[in-house]
């Protein structure tokens, strides 16, 4: 690709999670046009600034100008896909940006060990990110299984913003869910979600670690588990078999458990890797995280207290539900640290 | 562009940046193959952050494996085209990534308030990158244009690290150069660099606000003037002109004015714009400063004090130098400060 294309690619990824944020794609996508100068108006935006970025996206073809006088924008023939995929974009930019910035400071040893790679990501736009790439990706194919399974308590490992629980209880009205999440302010935020959205009473919040969950006697009542991108975070693998086991023995009723993650590509094919792939194996290297490939869970699994009885692949890319079963009956823990928590 | 490019495309831009900063580009241009482990190893680098960074490049063609135990690259076919260009991803990732993460911040007159812009870039990285780009692009185009003319001393209004008077004083080894920054840090940068390169007695390095210039008994013995990419930053237009008549005072002996900039691109024609021009026109309407067209310039130098004899593109698009002569005979001070200095 030539370098102006790089650079203005870059440019146009930027203008992207700006316009994002600003509320400017959603308002295009629902209208169809934007007067610019009554956007910028209505928001009270600083008009050079939203001209400018609006300028790199009509480069790009993601609007295209039909008025000048006033500024009338409309949907280019890039918007449409750009639109399914913002949440991508604000993941790059706002989620990692700081992080790809600096990337030749992470390759630095000293540098290393002074600082916690995560702190240089922003969860908060990480998780607003999630949550709209998984609404066009991750849920359609999530309600499609849920619906095929029989149980009348959920439990979600790694919930968030219980956006995942809350969307289920709402299209599910006979049944309780539980969020699980081991970060203060997600339980804080997923709790806030839940009573503005009338579900106390069917939905529990926990603050726990999921990699080595305490004994809360509601773990004894979930039928059915879900886990979304938070596989990669038990290993290396030793640990994610103990996390698996873990997990096994809290929640003793669990028949199905949707474990989806995003694994690993394969080596270089000389394609153009899709949207999303590139950067989260980027920024997890970064972060010192490794990332399992597809055969490396297949392997694992085959060693673990649950079973694969399905594979269902989502809209993201090298990302899959695993559709696990427990194996019959409850293996017997291997270490004596299994049943303890806090370790 | 499908958004898999675009994504990918900004991954490529932050690679090359890192991998600019760590050397390895340099190190691929000069020895053709590298063999990643030994870089690794020589440099003391943390490998998986050094190889997803190299696979990202991979992907976009810039470099090329060749062996692979050990894993050794060679250029791709968009190796040189990347490695001429990448002081302009330097610029864009380094000196701006910040900023352009948080363009949305940008657009809200509140945060802007309580805000200085200019702070949100980083001036040590665009000085870097200014001097890689600049060596390419601007050096060769002012090299010969100087050569045409005679001179003694010759002064560089805005001289940064004073990279470009250390070049022009080696090769010109019977003439002297004043440098002038208004940037503390970049007079001690500029002296020590004048001092490491033994040209002391050759250059003197003043730190003075080129906008409003003091009477430095210098000034007066300059023959020639440069100012590189400095321009905009004296508009709007009146306090543009009215600098531009203080420095005529300020350098009475002055017959040449090599005045470069980088002006406004025309308005969209459909064609993707060259590197950098984006750029620098959104980051520009961040910080909220006006880029004055080709014609905003021409116009403007018909009302000054300075006459426009020549204009010489650069190889930076959008890029000219503006080769002034002074008008005779010097005009009366329109206003009564235009002699006073501290204003």
């Known amino acids: 690709m030539p370098t102006n294309s790089l650079f203005n690619s870059a440019l146009t990824t930027f203008a992207i999670s700006a316009t994002d944020e600003l509320g400017f794609l959603d308002e295009l996508h629902d209208a169809a046009k934007v007067d610019v100068q009554a956007f910028q108006d209505q928001r009270d935006l600083h008009g050079p600034s939203l001209q400018a970025l609006l300028e790199v ?7 295209e100008p039909v008025g000048t006088n006033p500024v009338i924008l409309t949907a280019g023939p890039e918007f449409d896909e750009v639109w399914l995929n913002k949440g991508y974009f604000r993941w790059l930019v706002r989620g990692y940006g700081q992080m790809l910035s600096h990337a030749a400071d992470f390759c630095d040893p000293a540098f290393r060990a002074t600082t916690n790679p995560m702190a240089h990501r922003d969860g908060g736009n990480i998780a607003i990110a999630g949550k709209d790439y998984g609404g066009h990706f991750v849920d359609p194919v999530v309600e499609q299984l849920v ?91 030793d640990n994610c078999l103990h996390t698996l086991t873990r997990l096994r023995h809290r929640l003793p009723k669990v028949t ?88």
């Open 256 to 343: 199905d458990f949707l474990f989806s993650d995003t694994y690993r590509s394969p080596a270089l094919d000389g394609g153009q890797p899709p949207v999303f792939t590139l950067g989260f194996e980027l920024t997890h290297a970064l972060m010192g995280q490794h990332v399992p490939t597809a055969n490396e869970w297949l392997d694992l699994l085959e060693d673990s207290v649950w079973k694969l009885c399905d594979r269902r692949p989502l809209g993201i890319a090298y990302s899959d539900i695993f559709h696990l079963v427990p194996r019959q009956p409850i293996p017997t823990p291997v270490t004596g640290d299994v049943m303890s928590s806090g370790r």
């Open 57 to 63: 996206l009509a480069h790009a073809g993601v609007v």
């Open 147 to 237: 619906d095929g399974l029989r149980f009348d308590v959920g439990i979600d490992l790694g919930c968030g913003s219980a956006n995942r629980i809350i969307r289920l209880a709402n299209r599910l009205p006979d049944k309780h869910f539980i969020g699980v999440d081991m970060d203060a302010g997600a339980v804080r935020v997923a709790r806030e979600a839940v009573a503005a959205a009338g579900l106390t009473d069917r939905i529990t919040v926990l603050h726990d670690d999921v990699r080595n969950p305490s004994d809360h006697p509601e773990y004894a009542t979930a039928e059915v588990a879900f886990s979304f991108f938070l596989g990669h975070d038990f290993w290396p693998r």
